[in-house]
């Protein structure tokens, strides 16, 4: 009882403590245990707190020097946190703050953008030059073409370059405007030939008297889109409208095909191809033709006209020469009246007659006019898979192929639906031929493996970074934190610790004793009796320490003191 009182009594601070150094002493280990215990909590309050940093997204990107410095300073004004990508490309916010930030930057008018519209011609200042006037205008008209152009979701960026030539009273000195136009697009995305086309008709339409073929789209990686320019040029060659015009016509042609065929053999056991002469060009034909007019054919009397003349007296007759240009001889007149000779009557001039007839003649005139795109001739080939069933016998899978009436069958379903012309020359040929790996109608393509799957690699770095916060935490607790603490812990329990009843307890060994009262030896006894004496002094100084703590609490709490600052 006596050594339990000196160590109530005795006091944390000595002279010995005093000469030994800071960290020897009781004070010391105080200190350092609390700022172990400091520095291990705030490693981990800082691991945690880098497990739950905010997710940054791209607020904006490709922007002007300009842009980018009153973004910043706006988002400064608002104490938003941001930092830059690599190579300082684009500005990063927390995602939950991109939406409601990029409204209140357009709210401010940012990003204005690297172009510049007509705003440029409100600091017009006075006496300002006419040339440097029409270049504040051609910059302000390429600047709000460049931002009519940017509105395109597909568009990122876009540059106008106009080239207005200077006018002239000449007619042969006249020259027309071009343009060209620089897209930078979107990753991964393009623009089909209709949006091209609509590019080239708004920047054509806000300049005067430029055409449509003096308009250049290019991309950033140095693509000619628009093809007005090779038309313009006279290029005979297909353009990307007539070769997509081609290879739909194709693929329906395969596509009736497929359809018609797959209801038989199945999806997985027809491929067809077909190759499409698509004639383009425009003909317009004019014909004059003349039928012959000739029997066994009617023939048509158009007009007939029919002349006829005679001449009276006679003609000249004799034997040429002399004697027969002798005047005639004197003329007699007959005394009986009687009529003269026939053969002294005067003889009759010639006759002449003409006859005219004009028939028709047949003639027919044809104009025709052909459209542009009309299939000139189809090529169609059509592969059939051998016929595959399950033998009921073996249960194995049996490839038989398909008889010459089922072949047959399948060549003129294929004509039907590919519009097949003999006339037009097309050409088809079915086939059947056993396909290389194809064993079931509903074959796919094996899938990957769950940790080779990459749409799992962003959940797999989310769970590690984790496990690797978790693992670190929990090495810090049980190897640095809780050995630390563990003897504060100990002097705790002690201290706080509720000793049995000592009637209870007593109660509870006279029955165990009664128990084996019989079979205990001598020295168990005495070795029960020891126990009990010991138990019965260290219930005697507890109350006694009670009592104490009682009377004079300020010593308790020294001791206690002294407990915590001790090394064990």
Aim: aromatic residues 6%; proline residues 7%; negative net charge.
């Amino acid at each position: 009882m006596a050594a339990v009182a000196d160590d109530l009594i005795d006091t944390p601070a000595s002279g010995q403590d005093a000469k030994q150094g800071f960290l020897q002493t009781t004070m010391g280990k105080r200190v350092a245990l609390g700022g172990g215990i400091a520095l291990v909590v705030a490693i981990m309050a800082a691991l945690w707190m880098w497990s739950q940093a905010p997710e940054y997204r791209v607020l904006f990107s490709n922007y002007s020097d300009r842009d980018g410095g009153a973004i910043t300073a706006s988002l400064d004004q608002m104490g938003v946190k941001y930092k830059f990508s690599e190579g300082g490309s684009a500005i990063l916010v927390p995602s939950e703050q991109i939406h409601d930030l990029r409204l209140k930057l357009a709210a401010q008018g940012l990003p204005k953008g690297g172009n510049v519209g007509f705003e440029l011609m409100e600091n017009q200042k006075l006496g300002t030059s006419q040339f440097l006037e029409q270049v504040n205008y051609q910059r302000s008209l390429e600047g709000e073409l460049a931002r009519s152009i940017q509105s395109l979701g597909s568009v990122s960026a876009a540059r106008v370059h106009l080239a207005l030539p200077k006018p002239s009273v000449f007619v042969r000195d006249q020259q027309k405007p071009t343009a060209s136009v620089l897209l930078n697009l979107q990753p991964g995305r393009a623009l089909d030939q209709g949006q091209v086309s609509a590019i080239v008709h708004l920047v054509a339409s806000s300049v005067p008297e430029l055409t449509v073929g003096n308009v250049t789209v290019v991309d950033q990686n140095g693509n000619l889109l628009s093809e007005t320019g090779n038309k313009a040029a006279g290029n005979k060659g297909l353009d990307a409208t007539q070769l997509k015009y081609v290879e739909q016509v194709q693929q329906n042609i395969i596509k009736q095909v497929e359809s018609i065929i797959a209801p038989l053999v199945g999806k997985e056991n027809v491929r067809a191809e077909a190759t499409a002469e698509i004639d383009f060009a425009q003909v317009d034909t004019a014909a004059e033709m003349y039928k012959p007019n000739s029997p066994p054919e009617p023939q048509a009397i158009r007009s007939q006209q029919t002349s006829e003349s005679s001449q009276a007296g006679p003609g000249a007759s004799g034997i040429p020469g002399a004697l027969s240009n002798q005047p005639p001889g004197v003329a007699t007149a007959p005394i009986d009246g009687q009529p003269a000779a026939a053969g002294a009557a005067p003889a009759a001039g010639p006759t002449r007659k003409d006859a005219t007839t004009n028939y028709e003649v047949d003639k027919t005139i044809r104009y025709e006019q052909r459209p542009m795109g009309g299939i000139k001739r189809l090529t169609v080939g059509v592969v059939v898979n051998y016929r595959r069933s399950i033998d009921p016998k073996t249960g194995k899978v049996v490839v038989k192929p398909l008889t010459a009436n089922e072949v047959a069958q399948i060549n003129e379903l294929v004509k039907q639906a590919m519009g097949y012309s003999q006339n037009r020359g097309d050409t088809l040929n079915v086939t059947n031929a056993p396909f290389d790996g194809v064993d079931r109608p509903d074959d796919t393509p094996p899938s990957l493996d769950w940790w080779r799957d990459p749409a799992n690699l962003p959940l797999a770095k989310e769970i590690g970074k984790y496990l690797l916060l978790f693992a670190v935490l929990a090495f810090l607790y049980y190897r640095i934190l809780l050995p630390l603490m563990r003897p504060a812990i100990k002097k705790f329990d002690e201290v706080t610790a509720v000793p049995p009843d000592p009637d209870e307890e007593q109660a509870e060994e006279e029955e165990d004793g009664k128990a084996q009262a019989g079979a205990a030896s001598p020295e168990e006894e005495l070795e029960e009796q020891e126990i009990e004496r010991r138990d019965q002094g260290y219930r005697a100084n507890l109350q006694m320490a009670q009592d104490l703590a009682r009377q004079d609490p300020r010593i308790v709490a020294n001791v206690v003191k002294a407990w915590l600052g001790s090394n064990e």
